[in-house]
């Protein structure tokens, strides 16, 4: 294992909880070596009843997934977790939860690294323009009824930007990269499960509006050309604003407005015409 001994220390005695100035989201944490993926492990033990704010994470995932279907790549060296919740609303409002969790994860890295970070819709949390952390939301659902939610969380942390396909480390980036030193986990775990649990509650306070402002004041898309691709179409246009329910609202050329749910978005920039 590559943590240094205080993490060791912290991990086996499970200190977590003395140290952690949360009231449920990580009263339990389940640490394990390697899993095929956080979020697979934390859906089957919320099927079996596993209490709201259990954490689920490993040193390396085996099978790390995506959205979209993606493989998302786990060596050592990231923070890969789940977290379980179980909010009492309905299945369509559970994608709120993504901005409650990139708002989190924005805070914790400004907070523990003074890095400088952006948020991309729907669930991108950049550096310099760089993806460094991914979030995968699932939700069980029980007779329709939306009986938990697995906030799986990716984070590039201590990780070496050659650990990722040529094809890709153009767009994607480390903390330890970043921040030009390796990084404590342990101070970004506990930072990050406190925003969570913070944000969270917030939430059932019924102030999703301030968290989305919050989520506003962290993203530079708005206002600018995008394209927004998922597995059905190829959506071009605007980028006006996030809905409540969370859906990106487009202004299509012509004007009318489109709201998308899912999907990939790429900031479009258009070349300045050169001066003669
Ligand atoms: C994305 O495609 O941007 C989302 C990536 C989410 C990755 C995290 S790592 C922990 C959890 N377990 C998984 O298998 N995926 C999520």
Known sequence: MDLNPTERRWWLLRRARGELKTEFVGRKVL??????STNEVAKEMARRGAEEGVVVIAEAQS??????????ISPRGGVWLTVILRPTISPEAALRMQFITAVSVARAIE????LEVEVKWPNDILIHGRKVCGILTESGLRGGELEFVALGVGINANIDINAFPEDLRESVTSLREEAKHEVSRRFLL???LANLERYYVKFLRGEFDQ??????SLTSMLGKRVVVTNLHEKIEGEAVDVDQDGALVIRLDGGPLRRVLSGDATVITIAEPRRT
């Open 111 to 114: 907070e523990t690294l003074g």
């Open 31 to 36: 640490h394990f070596e390697e899993v095929t």
């Open 211 to 216: 968290i989305l402002d919050e989520w506003r």
């Open 190 to 192: 506990k930072s990050l």
């Open 63 to 72: 099978r790390g997934r995506g959205r979209l279907g993606r493989r998302w």
